[in-house]
Structure formats: structure tokens, C-alpha cells
């Protein structure tokens, strides 16, 4: 495999709205006008273009006999020529917190993991963003599994289309609703195929369709700098830092991309991300790991990495995952560390882990299908 700083630099262009099938394009994950391209393409009015949007993502139409809207024959021609290809779901398991993690076979090839975790009348999709990762970050069991690809607009939009279908969140609920936020916090880094997520979350954020609103969406990047203007310039949600570390050289070790683009460069990126402020501050997300990065002049550092971001710290308590080389840091050392940064002004709540029962926690994310050939190569050869 090659070297981290070969991969992270290499980002993979928008993936071409290619037929699915011979002669059928998938309609999920087309933009809008990609949309109307091919409604039009096809000898049709553009107008029919719109009725297939609100069908797809306002009511969750699996088939076109379900878009009674449109005339028989008009369902019948896209019947022909199209295809509505959501993901597949492989596996779905329930934690005893009510954390639910789906295993998907997406339509553009391979498995990803989803995740929704509810709390009270609300709650937060995690969405993944490439079929494994490049970035081999120390403590995420994502990290263990290679970069296979980057996902495409559909496989994204699809993951969501599947978690409404689980919560029967069609149509759209104006209020009210459990699938509430979006967190790009899946398998995979979202900046280093950022053109295929700009293109899903701009669907999912349509107000004519699935309406999530970019105040309820929150990417989280490891620091691929290049792409983090773009972010705030043209999608304007949420931003969080998978920060980790307070120095370049253990920085280096547990977060590789670390080397292309080290801590000053990242914080001063952070310092100009667009719309951020007191109202919108950036998130930075720091695992704690025991005798590794929490000490309290780990503590102190940060806060004075921080001045001058509108910054607030979700502390992670480590989740273990098989063959992981790091413990988590201990209750008090935990607290201390959120006292010395709280005690600066800075907002340092505790995450609290859920999940954890199906490896669906924070850096728990593996393909089954990958976990499953680990453990046979690892497994002692049979003797007679």
C-alpha cells in the first residue's frame, strides 16, 4: 500500500452520472439539473422533472408506480430507461441504547457502515464518505481498512434514503422529526472527495425534497486543509477538526495527514473558515488516550491553540476496537483535562459513548466484509 502522504493528496473528481445498468440511468443523487437533463433528454417536459424530485426525496418513492403524478405512460417510459437504486441493506443491528448501525451495500459497489444515534425526539445520522480511508489514523478502526473509493452522490444520498425508510420519516416532516442532523463523521475523509459530498448534501438539503438545514449538518475533516475554504464558501455547514493532539510530532504518529498539513496550518485554515463565529463555533474533537495526549499540559496547550477560534472541544473517551493499540484515559484524568479547558472559557463537554456494544461508536467503523476477511487471514491454518 502506499504511503499515507502519497494517498491523502489525491482527491478522486465528481463521479459522472454513468448508467447503473445497461441503458438505465439511477435517478438518485443526480442534481437538479442533471435531473431535468435527462427528463428532457428523453423526449420529455422538463416539468417532469420536478414531480420525480418531490417523489424521490419528499415522499420516498421506491418505484415509479408509486408517482401517480405522472401518467402511465410517462412511468412506464422511465420504468424503461431509469432505475431508483438506494443501497442495500446488508446487516442492521440495534444497540441496548437504541444506536442503530447499518451495513450497506451501495449501488456504486462495496459496503459502508451507517449510523443513527437518537436522543430525546431527535437524533443524528452518521454518513460515510468513501469505502474505507487513506488516512490510517491511529485510533480509528476505519483507518485499519484501506481506501477501496470514494462514494458517490447516490451511495450518500442513499444512506439517508435508507435511514427514512427505517424511521418512516416519509414524507418530510416539516417538525418533529428523529432523523433531525446530519453528521459527515462516517467511514472515510468527506474533503478528499468533497465534490460527490457538496453534490449529496446539497440534495439532502433541498427544501423541496429531504430539507435538512445547514445548521443541522456537520462535516468533520482530519485536516485536508485544501478543501475546507470550499467547504464554508459553498456549502456553508457546521465544521469539526479531528484534532487529537497538541504537537506536531505525536500529531504526526496518530494523524498522519498531519505531516502534509501540521497543526499551525490547519488552525490558521480553522481561524479563516467562512461563517464561523460565537454563534457557529468549530468543533474540535480530541480522543482521549491514556498517557498519549491527556496530560494537563496537553490541556493548557490547547487552550492556547485555540485564541482567536470561535472554538468549542468535545472530549472523547477512546472506543476500543479489536487490536487497537491504545487505552482510553481514566475518568479523572478526563475530567481534569475538561476542567483546565473548560476554566479557560472554552466549552469541553464529555461525549458520552453510544454504541459501543456494536462497534458503532466514534472510530469504531469498519466494513463487516473487511472485518470478516481480517479475522480469516489472521486465523491459524487448519492441521490434519
Not at 494523524?255 to 463555533?281: E, M, T
Not at 494537563?296 to 476496537?321: S, T
Request: aromatic content about 6%.
Amino acid at each position: 500500500m502506499p504511503d499515507s502522504q502519497d494517498i491523502i493528496i489525491q482527491e478522486t473528481p465528481l463521479a459522472p452520472a454513468v448508467p447503473v445498468a445497461a441503458g438505465q440511468v439511477n435517478l438518485i443523487g443526480l442534481s437538479r439539473q442533471e435531473l431535468e437533463d435527462t427528463v428532457v433528454g428523453f423526449g420529455l417536459p422538463k416539468f417532469r422533472a420536478k414531480q420525480i424530485w418531490h417523489w424521490l426525496y419528499h415522499r420516498g418513492a421506491k418505484s415509479f408506480d408509486e408517482m401517480t403524478t405522472l401518467s402511465k405512460r410517462a412511468r412506464e417510459q422511465f420504468a424503461e430507461r431509469c432505475i431508483i437504486a438506494r443501497p442495500g441493506v446488508v446487516n442492521e443491528q440495534l444497540s441496548e441504547d437504541h444506536t442503530r448501525k447499518w451495513l450497506l451495500g451501495v449501488p456504486g459497489g462495496g459496503e459502508v457502515e451507517t449510523v443513527y444515534i437518537p436522543e430525546k425526539d431527535r437524533g443524528a445520522l452518521c454518513i460515510s464518505s468513501q469505502v474505507g480511508c487513506a488516512l490510517s489514523c491511529k485510533f480509528c478502526h476505519t483507518g485499519t481498512q484501506p481506501l477501496m473509493r470514494n462514494l458517490t452522490s447516490a451511495d450518500i444520498v442513499g444512506q439517508m434514503l435508507v435511514a427514512r425508510d427505517t424511521y418512516n420519516e416519509w414524507p418530510s416532516p416539516r417538525g418533529g422529526r428523529l432523523l433531525s442532523n446530519i453528521v459527515m463523521m462516517g467511514m472515510g475523509e468527506p474533503l478528499l472527495n468533497y465534490d460527490n459530498v457538496k453534490k449529496a448534501l446539497t440534495i439532502i438539503m433541498d427544501q423541496e425534497g429531504i430539507s435538512i438545514s445547514k445548521r443541522r449538518i456537520t462535516l468533520s475533516t482530519a485536516g485536508y486543509v485544501p478543501n475546507m475554504q470550499r467547504c464554508g464558501e459553498e456549502l456553508n455547514v457546521n465544521l469539526a477538526v479531528s484534532l487529537h493532539a497538541v504537537r506536531d510530532d505525536l500529531r504526526d504518529e496518530i494523524v498522519p495527514i498531519n505531516k502534509k498539513f501540521p497543526i499551525k496550518v490547519l488552525l490558521d485554515a480553522c481561524r479563516a473558515y467562512p461563517g464561523s463565529n460565537n454563534a457557529r463555533r468549530i468543533t474540535f474533537e480530541y480522543v482521549m488516550l491514556k498517557d498519549v495526549n491527556d496530560s494537563e499540559a496537553d490541556a493548557r496547550e490547547l487552550v492556547r491553540l485555540m485564541k482567536g477560534i470561535p472554538a468549542k472541544i468535545n472530549l472523547i473517551p477512546f472506543n476500543a476496537w479489536p487490536g487497537a493499540p491504545f487505552e482510553c484515559s481514566d475518568g479523572a484524568t478526563i475530567n481534569r483535562f475538561a476542567e483546565i479547558v473548560n476554566d479557560a472559557g472554552y466549552s469541553a463537554p464529555v461525549r458520552v459513548p453510544r454504541g459501543r456494544d456494536i462497534l458503532a461508536a466514534c472510530g469504531q467503523l469498519k466494513s463487516a466484509s473487511e472485518r470478516a476477511k481480517r479475522k480469516s487471514q489472521e486465523a491459524p491454518a487448519a492441521t490434519t
